[in-house]
């Protein structure tokens, strides 16, 4: 569990204390000719670790324009990080310290995107991004690539990687031509201890393969992403034959063991738990990408019985992750004999001033790019219900994406097929309210950077897309209790992986088993005809594998472009001026239970 502020400190001051002598004081050991013991020589150090910081820096949600809160009173950014790293470097010693992050840095946030996008960091003369500004500041020694490093181009990612004052490594990150490694792969870093003996860490950086389908537009062609354990299994004896004492890996992975993508990759999504598994010679993972905390999870490595310990803090700078070793001199050569980790919660300490005041100014033009006024709306909408309803607010998505796929296909061969749109409910506070609309409304309802796809599908096809949509839901008898708190979310499917399909009408009957509850579908008001060709309008994620719905990755392509749907329904509303749900709102899907509507 998470420890308080007061906890941290006290340990932590024991463990410095514990660090201020515990090299140079000699423990008794095995006893010799003399009959007197032969001191021993110790050393511990701490490897601090971030994940996911997804652009965030302040305190602050840019899609509300107010402090970020949730439900367990969390806080995020690097400002709250660096007070943390602070302090376990004022514990255990500057020197004693290394301080690491496990991937998807620059997208996340209004603010990322205002550095991407509107005033871009690879212009000429152009300004350093926040990120990079913020983590030089605190002192990063490496970072692992993510697969979200990539959504804006490998332009913006080499600017940002020139800009670091610390690598960002990718072992499994390869040139396409050459398979060599785009990035470096890991780095070396010696610490200095009492005993004039240097400790030798290695941290390799590992990424996911998912990029190569999540990312195809940007880097198809150009690189590959071979699997973690794979690479792993060629660095780590490198490694260690270079002398590394310690061997770090951070991997912008889960421990699952799980992918989203089906079996269109022969790469594990989630492979942090395989690599510690598998691969002898690791120590310890930060494992990133999965959003879950884990202050402690320990894997035993097949070959060598030795407990590998993985380590998670949760997204967005809400934790802190320290991995706490103790080596011992042994036989000429230090020897971690003891792991531990832990995470530190970011709510217990206040913003660095040092970080805020350092990106005052860039805070401050994002906070008035996204508070400019598009248009109006005629009426509140909300994301309140729509994980069970057919909500306006997602037919406001929906509307956009279908008239900007009719409008690119006009003219051409699939111009007489009908449009088809899938959307899902990214957050359940969106909110666009009645009057003025600002970008920061329009943003939060949609806080991804997907881009928008066509693609050719039969109704047969749409008909299994919507059973493996419907998985989402539990399994409810007819006449059994509905509470919404537990109605949704079956099998840990998470939100963005329930998809709402416009233009066809259906019922999904919650008393059924998964794979069978779509009933009365229809299009137009007939039934829907399985050998009828439709056009789906579709973010990129879900086109190209994301959640590995059926068919659809497999589709032909009919048409793409590289502006992400955000912006797309930022500029349908300042082009439209008013946006009024009784023009496009309509229900085409209800939950039902043997026919009867849930709500």
Same mark, same amino acid.
Request: aromatic share 8%; proline share 6%; with cysteine.
């Given at each position: 569990?998470? =420890? ?123 300004? %350093? ?55 470096? !792969? ?7 201890? !009492? ?12 990424? *996911? ?60 999504? *989630? ?87 350092? =990106? ?35 037919? =406001? ?28 409910? /990214? ?20 806080? /991804? ?39 949704? *979310? ?29 009933? *009365? ?30 068919? %659809? ?47």
């Amino acid at each position: 569990m998470p =420890l308080n502020r007061r906890t941290f400190l006290e340990r932590s001051a024991a463990a410095g204390a514990g660090v201020a002598v515990a090299g140079a004081v000699a423990v008794p050991a095995e006893a010799h000719g003399s009959g007197r013991p032969r001191p021993q020589k110790r050393y511990s150090f701490t490897v601090m670790g971030t994940t996911d910081l997804h652009g965030n820096v302040f305190n602050w949600d840019y899609f509300t324009d107010r402090e970020f809160d949730d439900k367990a009173h969390n806080d995020i950014g690097l400002a709250k990080i660096s007070t943390l790293v602070d302090q376990v470097r004022a514990a255990k010693g500057r020197r004693n310290t290394l301080l690491i992050d496990a991937g998807d840095t620059i997208q996340g946030t209004q603010l990322s995107y205002y550095y991407a996008k509107v005033d871009p960091i690879t212009k000429a003369g152009g300004p %350093v991004h926040p990120m990079a500004q913020a983590m030089n500041a605190i002192g990063y020694d490496a970072a692992a690539l993510g697969n979200h490093e990539f959504n804006y181009g490998i332009p913006v990612l080499r600017k940002f990687e020139e800009q670091c004052d610390f690598p960002l490594l990718g072992a499994n990150a390869l040139d396409a031509k050459t398979l060599r490694p785009a990035f470096p !792969p890991y780095s070396m870093h010696c610490l200095r201890t !009492p005993h004039g003996k240097d400790v030798k860490v290695a941290v390799l950086g590992l990424t *996911n393969p998912g990029i190569a389908i999540w990312d195809k537009a940007n880097v198809s062609g150009r690189m590959v992403f071979p699997g973690l354990e794979e690479q792993a299994a060629k660095w780590v004896p490198k490694l260690r034959s270079m002398g590394a004492d310690v061997v770090v890996v951070s991997a912008h992975s889960g421990s699952s063991g799980t992918s989203s993508y089906g079996d269109q990759l022969p790469h594990i999504e *989630n492979a942090a738990g395989l690599v510690a598994e598998q691969v002898p010679g690791i120590d310890a993972i930060l494992v990133g990408h999965a959003h879950t905390e884990i202050p402690e999870y320990r894997v035993k490595n097949k070959e060598t019985g030795k407990d590998v310990v993985l380590s998670e803090p949760l997204k967005w700078g809400q934790r802190l992750t320290l991995f706490d070793f103790d080596l011992v001199w042994e036989k000429g050569r230090w020897v971690v004999e003891k792991v531990a980790a832990q995470v530190l919660n970011s709510n217990t300490v206040a913003e660095d001033p040092k970080i805020t005041g350092l =990106l005052a100014d860039e805070h401050e033009k994002v906070v008035a790019y996204v508070n400019q006024v598009i248009g109006t709306s005629t009426a509140v909408m909300s994301t309140a219900d729509a994980p069970w309803k057919d909500e306006p607010i997602i037919d =406001l998505i929906n509307v956009v994406q279908a008239e900007t796929v009719k409008a690119a296909l006009a003219g051409g061969a699939y111009a007489a097929l009908p449009v088809l749109s899938q959307a899902s409910c /990214f957050s359940r506070t969106a909110r666009i309210p009645a009057g003025q609309v600002t970008i920061k409304d329009a943003a939060g309802l949609y806080p /991804f950077e997907n881009t928008l796809e066509a693609r050719l599908m039969t109704g047969a096809q749409l008909k299994e897309y919507l059973e493996y949509s419907a998985r989402y839901y539990v399994q409810t008898a007819a006449g059994a209790p509905v509470d919404t708190a537990k109605l949704t *979310n079956a099998g840990g499917t998470p939100d963005y992986n329930y998809d709402a399909v416009s233009g066809l009408t259906y019922e999904i009957d919650i008393a059924k088993p998964a794979g069978s509850r779509i009933v *009365n579908l229809s299009f137009e008001g007939r039934p829907l005809d399985p050998a009828a060709k439709f056009v789906l309008a579709v973010n990129n994620y879900r086109a190209s594998g994301g959640g590995a719905f059926p068919h %659809v990755a497999n589709a032909q392509q009919l048409w793409a472009n590289s502006d992400e749907i955000r912006n797309t329904i930022i500029q349908w509303v300042t082009a439209k001026g008013t946006v009024d749900p009784g023009q496009f709102a309509s229900v085409d899907w209800k939950l039902t239970r043997d026919g009867v509507p849930v709500f």
